[in-house]
């Protein structure tokens, strides 16, 4: 099942929730910590219901950390980008189209 999440296979995602179910499903992406509305039909195999980002970032650092839940702060973000992807701006306060 990992390697299967890993490269985002959905068959497998659709026979483990027609094992448990789509209201176990639900319950469990409670107990991850989703909040937002979860709509528990057979669509929440392919990932249907809409998410927010920190919860949906929560839940692969759980993956990630082998169960355990991490301890993010709201306040500290950090965003990597390949080298070369993205070129911040030179000035404080230049946006995309130069200095404002």
Not at 8 to 15: G, K
Not at 53 to 68: K, M, N, S, V, W
Request: glycine residues 12%.
């Amino acid at each position: 099942m990992h390697a299967a999440l890993v490269r985002s296979l959905n068959l497998p995602s659709v026979e483990r929730l027609n094992k448990v179910g789509p209201d176990q499903a639900a319950a469990w992406a409670r107990r991850l910590g989703f909040t937002t509305p979860i709509h528990a039909d057979k669509a929440l195999a392919s990932g249907a219901s809409c998410v927010r980002t920190d919860e949906l970032t929560r839940a692969f650092a759980t993956f990630a950390r082998g169960g355990g839940p991490p301890k993010l702060d709201s306040k500290t973000v950090r965003i990597y980008f390949r080298p070369g992807s993205y070129n911040p701006p030179k000035e404080e306060g230049a946006g995309p189209g130069g200095a404002s």
